[in-house]
């Protein structure tokens, strides 16, 4: 089983950029494929980005052109790089783990999730 750990979150300025982190450990092979999604308070969860084994990656209509994924295979991390806030991304993001998923941004598909990390865009 593999444990994931998200942070980075916190407030910004309309405007601003956020990196957020996803620390893999335990059984890391579970976290072949990765993924992020977010959350806001009475909305369906949303998939954002995800990265496969091979290194794609894919991207939700909202992520495309703001957002990257990326990850560091050494020492088992996700990223998300967040540029040009919004008050619309204010969510809790979480990362998301499998050793292997069709899709990417289907969240039905991952079976390991971390707590998430709320972030709050708001001047």
């Known amino acids: 089983q593999v444990q994931l750990a998200e942070s980075g979150g916190g407030s910004v300025q309309p405007g601003g950029s956020v990196r957020l982190s996803c620390k893999a450990s335990g059984n890391t092979y579970s976290a072949n494929c990765m993924a992020w999604f977010r959350q806001a308070p009475g909305k369906e969860r949303e998939g954002i980005a995800a990265?496969?084994?091979?290194?794609?990656?894919s991207y939700g209509d909202s992520a495309k052109g703001r957002f990257t994924i990326s990850q560091d295979n050494a020492n088992n991390t996700l990223y998300l790089q967040m540029d040009s806030l919004q008050p619309e991304d204010t969510a809790m993001y979480y990362c998301?783990?499998?050793?292997?998923?069709?899709?990417?941004?289907?969240?039905?598909?991952?079976?390991?999730w971390g707590q998430g990390t709320q972030v709050t865009v708001s001047s």
């Open positions: 998301a783990s499998d050793i292997w998923v069709a899709g990417g941004l289907d969240a039905s598909e991952y079976m390991y």
């Open positions: 990265i496969s084994a091979d290194g794609r990656t």
